[in-house]
């Protein structure tokens, strides 16, 4: 979390001591004061565009879980818009580590997604890419990856979340349910188009992969007070 972002919350409180005696001055002060929080951090994620979505993301969730309890309404915007920034760019960040590491068996899915929008299902296995072959290939793949695949993403996310800020088992959950999203597609696309064939991995399977990884990769612990 950055200086501006970690000492604002503070800076308010200690305003709002004496806040119903300079209101006014107070609620433009806070209004000049979060435009230029939210600009700098823009330039920070900017300056950085690989980490972006993870500095945005920890700063208004920390501005927000901090902020949102503050008796002021001018604030409440900030608040609220801290919140959406938060959900955008820790979509991005989960779609971002997903694709990381499952990328190929993303992109064949969502292939024969657009492809069935102007192909019936029993033709899709006859177009090369999507051909029978290119499907076990695929799957083949996908549970070789998935046998290392989330262990790796949790170490990942690990290394680029602080500890302090508790974003871990969110942004895991939300990982996990990315891949099940991705998983039932590809299911659903197995049963219509590739009759006969089977996937891999189970969900029981993948269920047990990610109890592993949660073991082998726990999250880290915060300093105590």
């Known amino acids: 979390v950055l200086p501006a972002f970690a000492h604002a919350p503070s800076f308010v409180l200690l305003v709002e001591t004496i806040g119903p005696r300079v209101r006014s001055v107070a609620d433009n002060a806070y209004r000049k ?29 920390n501005f927000a879980r901090r902020v949102r309890e503050i008796p002021a309404e ?5 608040v609220a818009d801290a919140e959406n920034r938060f959900e955008v760019h ?19 899915v969502s292939g024969i997604e657009e492809l069935r929008k102007t192909t019936p299902a029993e033709e899709v296995k006859f177009r090369s890419e999507f ?4 499907f076990r290939t695929t799957c083949r793949k996908l549970q070789a990856e998935v046998d290392k695949g989330f262990l790796a993403m949790r170490r990942r996310i690990i290394k680029h979340l602080s500890p302090a800020e ?12 990315r891949f099940m999203e991705f998983y039932e ?6 049963k219509d188009c590739y009759e006969g064939e089977e996937l891999p991995v189970t969900r029981d399977q993948v269920a047990a992969v990610i109890r592993d990884a ?8 915060t300093a105590s007070a």
């Open 33 to 61: 004061i979060m435009r230029a929080l939210f600009m700098g951090l823009d330039t920070v994620a900017a300056a950085d565009p690989k980490y972006s979505d993870v500095v945005i993301m920890e700063n208004c969730h």
């Open 90 to 108: 820790a979509s991005r960040y989960v779609e971002w580590i997903v694709e990381s590491q499952f990328g190929k068996a993303l992109s064949f």
């Open 166 to 177: 508790g974003l871990l088992p969110l942004v895991w959950k939300r990982v996990c349910e």
């Open 131 to 134: 051909s029978k072959q290119a």
């Open 214 to 221: 949660v073991q082998h990769a726990p999250a880290p612990q």
């Open 185 to 190: 597609q590809l299911e659903h696309h197995t």
């Open 74 to 78: 001018c604030l409440q915007p900030y």
